[in-house]
């Protein structure tokens, strides 16, 4: 009886002991995918601040150029917010305001609200990554804003280059992105790029600055930091 009752609490400590050893191991798997789809999701939410930024900055433009570049660009968008993996990650569901968006290019505040909802996203997958022992991750929401900045002044730029005079409220706007840039850090390149933003546009008498210029001008800087942040995710 006594041979009996130790085989059968040695089989019963051997299951207990298989069983935490199962449930961790799915635990671990648990964890292990979460991790991937969150790393993918912040992928692509790099992907969509770009395309989101460019289709602002390109919005109120008219020209057969930069239509086509923005139809491209909604295009892209519309790949991209395609499964979005927001009630799976407890994410919020951006993408319900693409549509809207995307029938109203022009609309800038609108573009804005959409990017800032994704910077918050942004900021909450990089938290969660962290805790996962992803120390490199640290740094990026901020990273990202100081971008937002860029991109939002290029949207500007090109705006009030439409007018023979850059007007007050556009003026006002820009004049505090360039000061907030400019505390940022010392960036040579930045700060000349400011310099001549404020003489041929922010604060001259007369625009010389056409909107194509502006984009053309803000856009390969903020590429470049942009690939930077992908560069340290890496």
């Given at each position: 009886m006594n041979l009996e009752l130790s085989i059968a609490l040695a089989l019963g400590a051997v299951l207990l002991t298989l069983g935490h050893w199962l449930s961790q191991r799915a635990e671990r798997r648990h964890h292990l995918a979460l991790g991937q789809l969150e790393s993918q999701t912040l992928q692509r939410c790099l992907e969509l601040l770009q395309a989101l930024q460019k289709h602002r900055g390109l919005g109120a433009q008219k020209d057969i150029a930069s239509v086509s570049q923005r139809n491209a660009l909604a295009r892209q968008l519309d790949a991209l917010w395609l499964n979005w993996p927001g009630a799976s990650l407890q994410l919020p569901a951006l993408q319900q305001h693409w549509p809207q968006l995307r029938r109203k290019p022009a609309d800038f505040e609108a573009h804005s609200k959409?990017?800032?909802?994704?910077?918050?996203?942004?900021?909450?997958?990089?938290?969660?990554?962290?805790?996962?022992?992803?120390?490199?991750?640290?740094?990026?929401?901020?990273?990202?804003?100081?971008?937002?900045?860029?991109?939002?002044?290029?949207?500007?730029?090109?705006?009030?280059?439409?007018?023979?005079?850059?007007?007050?409220?556009?003026?006002?706007?820009?004049?505090?992105?360039?000061?907030?840039?400019?505390?940022?850090?010392?960036?040579?390149?930045?700060?000349?790029?400011?310099?001549?933003?404020?003489?041929?546009?922010?604060?001259?008498?007369?625009?010389?600055?056409?909107?194509a210029d502006c984009f053309a001008l803000l856009t390969p800087l903020i590429e470049q930091r942009l690939q930077g942040i992908r560069l340290n995710l890496a």
């Open positions: 959409l990017i800032e909802a994704l910077l918050e996203a942004i900021e909450l997958l990089e938290d969660r990554l962290y805790q996962h022992e992803h120390p490199a991750i640290r740094g990026l929401g901020e990273a990202c804003r100081a971008l937002e900045d860029l991109a939002r002044l290029r949207g500007l730029a090109v705006r009030a280059a439409n007018y023979s005079r850059c007007p007050p409220g556009l003026q006002m706007q820009m004049r505090f992105l360039c000061e907030r840039l400019d505390e940022q850090g010392q960036d040579q390149p930045l700060h000349a790029l400011l310099e001549r933003l404020r003489h041929e546009l922010i604060d001259a008498p007369q625009v010389r600055l056409a909107p």
